[in-house]
């Protein structure tokens, strides 16, 4: 997994800016929980990459980085909740769901934002992303894609779902700064 972090990560120079990829193997080595999800993101389709440091816990960002939405994570409603509402031509699963069993969160619309800033992603799909409590009661969910060079969020009913809506996740990796060496090094 290492290996194909590591490529990704160096065919990737516009999504980390500034980061080395000794850093990332240095966090990565110092959280063998990291891998698992990271692997399950990869064979999920994900192509996991980081994209760069959380500025209010600095913590360093993974998320999936796959052109479209990983093809395995598509036709799903948004929530368990909304799944079991679904009456009539149920889904397998939800988005939410799937996320949680793989160790991940829905991306925010700011997250997903910012992934669009480093490259194209979802041109010809979907992603549901986290969505606001008070949309969620009234049993509406977000979703985003980019269209025409713009990244538009639109809503629809939870319990809906389309063979290209699928979601991309996120975590972090917590790392500190080692102050004798201005390095990063991983926290489990």
């Known amino acids: 997994m290492i290996e194909v972090l590591k490529n990704r990560f160096l065919d990737n120079p516009m999504r980390h800016q500034g980061?080395?990829?000794?850093?990332v193997e240095m966090c990565l080595n110092g959280?063998?929980?990291?891998?698992?999800i990271l692997k399950r993101m990869e064979e999920s389709g994900g192509e996991p990459d980081t994209i760069g440091f959380d500025e209010k816990t600095?913590?360093?960002?993974?998320?999936?980085c796959s052109k479209e939405s990983p093809a395995g994570r598509?036709?799903?409603?948004?929530d368990d909740s909304a799944l079991l509402k679904r009456k009539k031509n149920p889904p397998t699963?939800?988005?939410?769901g799937q996320a949680h069993k793989m160790g991940v969160e829905l991306m925010t619309e700011a997250l997903y934002r910012r992934l669009q800033e480093l490259g194209e992603f979802d041109l010809k799909t979907s992603s549901?992303?986290?969505?606001?409590e008070a949309i969620r009661q009234k049993g509406g969910a977000l979703f985003c894609e980019k269209r025409y060079g713009v990244v538009f969020t639109f809503h629809n009913g939870a319990?809906?779902?389309?063979?290209?809506r699928g979601w991309r996740g996120y975590f972090q990796i917590p790392c500190i700064a080692d102050s004798n060496a201005d390095v990063l090094i991983g926290v489990a």
């Open 19 to 23: 980061i080395a990829w000794e850093d």
């Open 31 to 36: 959280n063998p929980d990291a891998l698992a």
């Open 58 to 64: 600095g913590g360093l960002i993974f998320c999936d």
């Open 74 to 78: 598509r036709s799903l409603c948004y």
């Open 93 to 96: 699963g939800s988005a939410v």
């Open 128 to 132: 549901w992303i986290a969505t606001p």
């Open 159 to 164: 319990d809906s779902y389309y063979a290209a």
